[in-house]
């Protein structure tokens, strides 16, 4: 069992910046890659960015020059750093993690709740 919990969401002015950070716990043996989707009303939900357990980052087009995907793997979270938000960002973001946990040897995809990031003026 992994549980994702998200936090740093908000109400943020055009142009600001957040931080959003995600924590993994539970019976995990290994986490490969971590990544952050978002998902706005009406919307299918897509892909924001992703990072492996080496590092190796990729971002959407949407997003690239604006925000950063970082992971601390001792400590089991992952962050984004949004940085020159636009109101076009706005949505629920959802950390995601692909793990293997001690009870079972396949690698199968979690998801957090999601935390909702709202840029307006």
């Known amino acids: 069992q992994v549980q994702l919990v998200e936090s740093g969401g908000g109400l943020v002015q055009p142009g600001g910046s957040l931080r959003l950070s995600c924590a993994a716990s539970g019976i995990i043996f290994e986490i490969n890659a971590m990544g952050w989707y978002r998902q706005a009303p009406g919307k299918q939900r897509e892909l924001v960015a992703t990072i492996t357990s080496g590092g190796s980052t990729n971002y959407a087009d949407s997003v690239k020059g604006r925000f950063t995907i970082s992971r601390d793997n001792a400590k089991k979270t992952v962050a984004l750093q949004m940085n020159s938000l636009e109101p076009e960002d706005t949505a629920v973001y959802y950390c995601?993690?692909?793990?293997?946990?001690?009870?079972?040897?396949?690698?199968?995809?979690?998801w957090g709740q999601g935390t909702q990031v709202t840029v307006s003026s």
């Open positions: 995601n993690a692909q793990a293997v946990v001690t009870t079972d040897w396949r690698l199968r995809t979690y």
